[in-house]
T-cell receptor, first 112, second 110 residues
């Protein structure tokens, strides 16, 4: 069984631009969560999707949005990028939101 | 918001030594988790604790859920070079949200 895969692995964007990050959940997992990890810090919860509906959100502004597709893959969209958005973005999937989350290797976003 | 404080922040140890780290909170939690993150990778779950006072092992790793439900400890016995990485504690909240600690960076010297 494949794990969680994220794309792209690295990305450089200019302040003010928009970005879309992608995540393929582990086979059989119907819940996906996104986390932002700034350098030297622990991951911070952005939001979670369960069966294509957002069912939890952390302290992030509305310019952070997401989607979950029928095959349970997911996208994270960030509009109007700011320099502080530079971070590692992690996707994690699980079955029915239980605590056995499997994390992907992340997308390293740099905003210049 | 909730904050989990981990100590020490970083540590250098020699191969073969035992390691202890802890995680404390001002709030009570019913589930404590320990993750390890290698460079360029996402966190990997090491141990999950579901009951106050519980002591759980996973190979050379042993973790305890504090009796007050406000802390947890992770011990690594006989450290080896591949133990290098950042160790995070985490707790669960609403919507299965994970709140991570500040991390303990472990470096092992030969």
């Amino acid at each position: 069984e494949t794990g969680v895969t994220q794309s792209p692995t690295h990305l450089i964007k200019t302040r003010g631009q928009q970005v879309t990050l992608r995540c393929s959940s582990q086979s059989g997992h119907n819940t996906v969560s996104w986390y932002q990890q700034a350098l030297g810090q622990g991951p911070q919860f952005i939001f979670q999707y369960y069966r294509e509906e957002e069912n939890g959100r952390g302290n992030f502004p509305p310019r952070f949005s997401g989607l979950q597709f029928p095959n349970y893959s997911s996208e994270l969209n960030v509009n109007a990028l700011e320099l502080d958005d530079s971070a590692l973005y992690l996707c994690a999937s699980s079955t029915d939101g239980n605590y056995g989350y499997t994390f992907g290797s992340g997308t390293r976003l740099t905003v210049v | 918001g909730q904050q989990l404080n981990q100590s020490p922040q970083s540590m250098f140890i020699q191969e073969g030594e035992d390691v202890s780290m802890n995680c404390t909170s001002s709030s009570i939690f019913n589930t404590w988790l320990w993750y390890k993150q290698d460079p360029g990778e996402g966190p990997v779950l090491l141990i999950a604790l579901y009951k106050a006072g519980e002591l759980t092992s996973n190979g050379r790793l042993t973790a305890q859920f504090g009796i007050t439900r406000k802390d947890s400890f992770l011990n690594i016995s006989a450290s080896i070079p591949s133990d290098v990485g950042i160790y995070f504690c985490a707790v669960t909240g609403t919507a299965s949200k994970l709140t991570f600690g500040t991390g303990t960076r472990l470096q092992v010297t030969l």
